[in-house]
Every structure is written in C-alpha cells, then in structure tokens.
C-alpha cells in the first residue's frame, strides 16, 4: 500500500500538511526586515545562515485572520524551484505518515484562496488534515498585490 509522509502544522486551528520532502527545515521565529511597497502576504525578509529568505504570512495567504499580537510565530522553510521560501505558521505538528488511499479532492464548496492552494485532506481520527500544494503555496500574484494597492509581489534575485 502507497503511503505519502507530512509535515504538519496549525495555523488558526486548522491542520495543514506539506510534503515532507519539500519541507527544508524548521526553525523558530527570526527577526525580519520589512519590503517596503510588497504584497501584505509577505511579511519580511529572513537570513537563514546568510540566505535571505522571504518570509510568507501563511495566515494572510489562505484568507484567515491575522495571529494575535502576542503569539509568534514559526518558519517552515520550503525548498521551491527559485530557491527557499519560509512559511510562518502558528504551531508545529509532527511528521505524519497516511495511506494514500485515504486521500480526498477539496470539496466543491471550498471558496477563496484556500481553493487554489489545498490539495486534498485526509480524514483522520479528531481532525482534518489539509494538504497544501507547495509551489502555489509560495506563489504570490500580483493580482493579489494589485488587489492591495500594488504594484507587484515577486521578489527576484540579483546576481
């Protein structure tokens, strides 16, 4: 039986998956640095052992309310094609291992951002795991960043 591995996490008390192989590392919260005129999602910049790594507000991303003041949060850092892009996330779950048998479409009736960026979920036992699809995760539009009053989102490297 094919089996998929997880790496888990809470964000506003639901419970989010990313492909275990795609998940970089994790690492507390790191101070950032602001990028003035940038997309509300992107929360700052990061230096991760000397790469700067932009820093996604995962709350903001999927549409659901901003973390309390008090609360930090977590860096999941994620490996993409143009390099590592931190997601910052409420809590860390574990490293979940699920049939893929188990694995369901997204319901017809999820509406908003989360409809692009969520996979599928898997019923488990006391919750519901969504699966999040890790490059469209990290991709911020710029019709997002339009809708915001700006310009464009998309932080390219300089060589």
């Given at each position: ?39 509300p999602v992107v929360r700052g910049l990061i230096n991760l052992r000397g790469q700067i790594v932009t820093a996604l507000d995962l709350r ?16 999941v850092v994620v490996q993409t094609e143009d390099g590592a892009v931190s ?73």
């Amino acid at each position: 039986m094919a089996e998929h591995q997880y790496c888990t996490f809470y964000l506003a008390g639901h419970y989010f998956g990313l492909d275990v192989l795609k998940v970089q590392e994790i690492i507390r919260y790191r101070q950032m640095t602001r990028v003035p005129l940038a997309s509300p999602v992107v929360r700052g910049l990061i230096n991760l052992r000397g790469q700067i790594v932009t820093a996604l507000d995962l709350r903001r991303r999927l549409g659901l309310a901003d973390r309390p003041d008090d609360q930090e949060p977590l860096n999941v850092v994620v490996q993409t094609e143009d390099g590592a892009v931190s997601l910052l996330v409420d809590e860390i779950g574990d490293v979940l291992t699920v049939p893929e048998s188990a694995f369901e479409r997204p319901p017809e009736t999820l509406r908003g951002p989360a409809r692009e960026l969520i996979r599928g979920a898997y019923k488990l036992d006391n919750q519901l795991l969504l699966i999040l699809d890790p490059e469209r995760t990290v991709q911020v539009s710029s019709q997002a960043s339009a809708h915001a009053g700006y310009e464009s989102a998309t932080l390219t490297k300089t060589q």
